[in-house]
């Protein structure tokens, strides 16, 4: 009888053992939640590319052939900021957010 209660305990252990080993599993594997994504800084206007694009941070006084009255950087499909948002990222300038009331010669309509 001795043997056979080694081999239950030896069961049950192994048991215990397959039982806890997928949550375990899953805490080895879990990735962490991502951190909030950072403020990117605004564009500087004396960036090569900004001046390049002649991108300004208003629509007022815009004199570039290409602009046309209403068009501004929350209306372009580059524009990736949420709306009502005062700044947002573009993805012509990633490292940097733009002016949703800004604008540049590479506007182009969102669909």
Same mark, same amino acid.
């Given at each position: 009888? %001795?043997? %056979? ?6 069961? !049950? ?7 806890? +080993?997928?949550?375990? /599993?899953?805490?080895? !594997? /879990?990735?962490?939640k991502p951190a909030a994504p950072k403020a990117l800084p605004k564009l500087p206007l004396d960036n090569p590319q900004a001046k390049a694009l002649a991108y300004t941070e208003t629509t007022k006084g815009i004199? %570039?052939?290409? !602009? ?5 950087? +929350?209306?372009?499909?580059?524009? $990736?900021?949420?709306?009502?948002? +005062?700044?947002? @990222?573009?993805?012509? !300038? @990633?490292? %940097? ?8 010669? /590479?506007?182009? $309509? $969102?669909?």
């Amino acid at each position: 009888m %001795h043997d %056979h209660d080694s081999g239950r305990r030896r069961f !049950f252990g192994i048991a215990a053992m397959m039982a806890m +080993a997928p949550m375990a /599993a899953q805490q080895a !594997f /879990a990735q962490a939640k991502p951190a909030a994504p950072k403020a990117l800084p605004k564009l500087p206007l004396d960036n090569p590319q900004a001046k390049a694009l002649a991108y300004t941070e208003t629509t007022k006084g815009i004199t %570039h052939k290409a !602009f046309k009255p209403g068009s501004d950087c +929350a209306n372009c499909m580059l524009y $990736k900021g949420a709306a009502g948002q +005062a700044y947002g @990222p573009c993805t012509l !300038f @990633p490292q %940097h957010s733009v002016a949703a009331k800004g604008w540049c010669s /590479a506007w182009a $309509k $969102k669909a």
